[in-house]
């Protein structure tokens, strides 16, 4: 499912993404569309900060099964000195 992984990394980098966020995704018949985000506050990243959060999703979706109908929870808190802070990736199927 390298397209839902495509399309995941798509939609962080022309989205905005706040520093402490909770975003959920829903997959349906292996297309990838983003609900309204649970949790965010914070600062804007950095575009920086928001490569590496890309590729971290990246490295992370690629040694996992990614179903054709699922949701995918993505939580992460940066600082601003500190970087990432904390993160999680959560892949369900539906």
Known sequence: MKQTISALNEMITQS???SNASRHFIIQAGKLSETKPV???GYLLTVKEKEYLIELVSKKLSKREIPFD???LLDY???INGGLTDG???VYNL
Do not use: N
């Open 16 to 18: 905005p993404a706040y």
């Open 39 to 41: 949790r965010f506050d």
């Open 70 to 72: 699922g949701e995918v």
């Open 77 to 79: 808190q940066f600082s």
């Open 88 to 90: 999680s990736i959560h």
